[in-house]
């Protein structure tokens, strides 16, 4: 029995994650290259209706990538800090980060992985799975509409696609 996990992330655990999907209507060399670029993630990051602030993009393992996503929550506009380390970059095949605030130790911060698979057809099914730190944790974030502002995201990067 293991005492003590040090890294909730050591191990991939089912009620600590949530799964989105999409098709995208583009070969997966030009839906990895929308991940590659921060002024292109600038344009469609985030949930309807927020936009990216870049402070630092160095977008390769060991970089990170730190934004604000501004927009009006709860009523009034707010700003939301983040940084995403980049841990695995896999070229048009998958990307893994860790998402979480610019706080060194942040406790709520999570893991990310983008897996990218092109079908026959020349579409790409993206699939973003989050790994939370706790049960809890993953339940607080669905509840305050985790799903919902992932799926405007993917929705974005089509339109970006598209456009």
Do not use: C
């Amino acid at each position: 029995m293991i005492e003590n996990m040090a890294n909730p992330f050591d191990t991939w655990a089912l009620d600590r994650e949530i799964v989105l999907v999409k098709l995208l209507n583009h070969p997966r060399d030009k839906v990895f290259a929308a991940w590659m670029d921060p002024k292109a993630l600038a344009e469609w990051y985030g949930p309807a209706g927020f936009e990216i602030e870049n402070h630092e993009g160095d977008i390769r393992e060991g970089g990170i990538w730190r934004f604000d996503m501004v927009g009006v929550f709860e009523g009034r506009k707010q700003r939301f800090p983040n940084l995403m380390r980049f841990l695995e970059i896999v070229p048009n095949e998958r990307i893994v980060m860790d998402h979480g605030t610019p706080e060194p130790n942040d406790p709520d911060r999570f893991r990310v992985t983008v897996t990218f698979d092109e079908q026959a057809d020349g579409k790409t099914v993206l699939t973003l799975r989050q790994l939370h730190p706790s049960p809890e944790r993953r339940r607080f974030v669905i509840g305050f509409g985790a799903v919902e502002y992932g799926l405007q995201t993917l929705d974005g990067l089509a339109a970006w696609l598209d456009g």
